[in-house]
């Protein structure tokens, strides 16, 4: 998506001042705001975390079932920009299924790469989903 904003009669003009506002998104994250895995909440969830981006209102909520050490249901929703949902879609699809101890070594960097990248002014949506993994870990570690 780009974006020009121009005075007036909206051309450029020697003397006008032109902004352009390009953010694009891959399409990893496309697929998750359209699509996101694992949307909604677990009413008998064993946790449920909230994590808020105080900058920008972004949160994600995590609820999780876990039977022996291993996620066995995940779901999460999310109030935010594209790639808050996107991340936490990511997010929820990755935890499932995998053992309490993997969910202490996801940094925010490893949620970009595995999305094919986030715009610079959207870096904070994976660090919103990292800190939400590890309020969930802390929380389903603490209940053991």
Known sequence: MQITLTAGDGQPAPGRRVII??????????????HP????????????????????????????VCRDGILTEVKFKAAGCVPAIACGSWLAEWI???RLEALK???AHHIEIALDGLPPASKHASVLAADALKLLA???????
């Open 21 to 34: 506002f390009s953010m694009t998104y891959s399409e990893k994250v496309l697929d998750h705001f359209h």
């Open 37 to 64: 895995r694992h949307a909604g909440e677990i009413a008998h969830a064993d946790a449920v975390v909230e994590a808020v981006n105080p900058a920008c209102g972004d949160v994600l909520k995590l609820w999780a």
């Open 96 to 98: 499932q299924g995998k």
């Open 105 to 107: 070594a996801l940094p």
């Open 138 to 144: 802390g929380k389903l570690a603490s209940s053991r």
